[in-house]
């Protein structure tokens, strides 16, 4: 018994010394987050054109529910960062934001409200879990003219548009959004 908990005491002192990351390693990690966040929502926007331009919104819907998570599992692959995207109205029932992107969309909200540029609202840090400190970072996807095909008013939605969005999300919250707003984030996670 006493063995076992002086191990645990020192699993526990190991854990709460786990050093904090320098502010060069915190830096290196925003850099890598915001190269990968740009990246990915370059491909997804040229794919999505693309998709647009083939077969019209509706044809495009599948850019978003298919392409998008391969992209962002490609990303992760390759940088092993966790990527997803979350919103306040999510439309995937799994873009749901935690507390600490909840938090920040509340802070991007602010920044763009203030008058900051959509393209340089993300934010970033370093929290503390049970599991260890992780890198947490988040870029706020901004709605362009092109998103409101599928985000904008529920009725300008075209008919096959909506017709679609109701049979894959029937819980779908993600309408009623013009340009210039803030639909969600990319969010990325790494361990530390
Ligand atoms: C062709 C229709 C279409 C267009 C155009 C479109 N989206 Fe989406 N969007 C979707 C669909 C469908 C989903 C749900 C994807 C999934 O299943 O994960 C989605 C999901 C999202 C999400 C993830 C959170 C959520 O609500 O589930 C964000 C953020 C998002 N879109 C932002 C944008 C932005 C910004 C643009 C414009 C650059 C855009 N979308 C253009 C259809 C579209």
């Not at 002192?13 to 502010?23: E, F, K, M, Q």
């Not at 503390?128 to 400190?133: E, M, Y």
Request: proline share 6%; hydrophobic share 40%.
């Amino acid at each position: 018994m006493k063995h076992t908990l002086s191990l645990s005491l020192l699993a526990m002192i190991l854990a709460g010394c786990a050093s904090t990351p320098s502010p060069k390693m915190v830096a290196d990690l925003n850099d890598e987050a915001r190269k990968t966040a740009g990246g990915m929502i370059q491909t997804l926007g040229g794919e999505l054109k693309a998709a647009m331009t083939a077969g019209g919104p509706a044809e495009a819907i599948v850019v978003c529910k298919e392409k998008a998570p391969k992209i962002a599992a490609e990303a992760a692959a390759r940088t092993g960062m966790r990527i997803k995207r979350v919103s306040l109205k999510n439309r995937n029932p799994k873009g749901v934001p935690d507390a600490w992107e909840t938090e920040a969309l509340a802070g991007l909200e602010q920044r763009l409200a203030a008058g900051e540029k959509p393209e340089t609202l993300d934010t970033h840090s370093v929290v503390n879990t049970p599991d260890g400190k992780v890198f947490r970072y988040a870029k706020a996807l901004v709605m362009q003219p092109v998103c409101v095909n599928c985000h904008g008013a529920a009725e300008n939605l075209s008919p096959e548009v909506k017709a679609k969005l109701a049979t894959e999300y029937p819980e779908d919250k993600a309408t009623g959004y013009t340009p210039g707003m803030i639909r969600g984030v990319l969010s990325i996670k790494k361990s530390l």
